[in-house]
């Protein structure tokens, strides 16, 4: 049924993820893992009344933090050690706003990247707009699905490029001054940048400032 169902739809044929990509997701995975033991510890930490039990938080924190430190050395020393891997990673960090830390999700979470148009890669992100329809009536425009990891990865990049960016800092502007809400102007960036990244990455190229 499903060798049918195939042939009828005739999806785009993708390649598997290679071991190198499975290596760096287990580790991606874990790295988060880790980000949320160390915000449940400090916040654990805060109600604290034993001595005890402050002295095991701070060795806990301790160990998270070189835990986290040997992860992130491991998915750098993996990327480098990959000649494409470490083009995306260059290319990646020369966007502004765009940081190492968010450029080991996009290459783990998205190694798409580079190899589908604009749309495609905007709703795989789930950072495309949807719009809900029944009959004539058409609902407000959200945005739904996609990589969730790959989403939260670029929230703190379009705040840096809304406030620092700016062609990004004028294109939030004029959408605020239009009467969208902040959060609109936000996912609009997040999409732009992943849209951007997509483009660069495909054209082997860094990011450049537009010459005045």
């Not at 379009?158 to 990004?168: E, G, I, Q, S, W």
């Not at 849209?195 to 860094?206: F, G, Y």
Request: aromatic content about 4%; charged content about 25%; overall charge positive.
């Amino acid at each position: 049924m499903l060798t049918h169902f195939g042939a009828l739809i005739e999806p785009d044929v993708r390649p598997a993820p290679s071991k190198i990509i499975g290596d760096l997701k287990d580790l991606h995975v874990a790295r988060m893992a880790l980000i949320k033991d160390r915000a449940a510890a400090r916040n654990r930490e805060k109600s604290l009344q034993s001595s005890l039990l402050k002295c095991q938080s701070r060795e806990r924190l301790a160990q998270v933090a070189r835990h986290l430190e040997a992860i992130e050395d491991r998915m750098r020393a993996i990327i480098e050690s990959d000649q494409d891997l470490a083009r995306r990673l260059g290319v990646l960090t020369s966007i502004p706003g765009l940081a190492t830390r968010s450029a080991f999700t996009l290459i783990a979470d998205m190694p798409e990247l580079g190899t589908l148009d604009s749309q495609a890669i905007a709703a795989l992100s789930g950072t495309a707009l949807m719009t809900r329809q029944s009959g004539k009536r058409t609902g407000k425009a959200f945005v739904t699905g996609g990589r969730v990891n790959v989403r939260q990865a670029l929230y703190m990049p379009a705040l840096v490029a809304a406030r620092f960016n700016p062609d990004f800092a004028a294109m939030c502007q004029a959408m605020t001054a239009r009467g969208k809400p902040p959060k609109v102007a936000l996912t609009a960036i997040m999409r732009k940048l992943i849209i951007l990244a997509n483009a660069l990455i495909r054209a082997d190229r860094k990011w450049e400032p537009r010459l005045a």
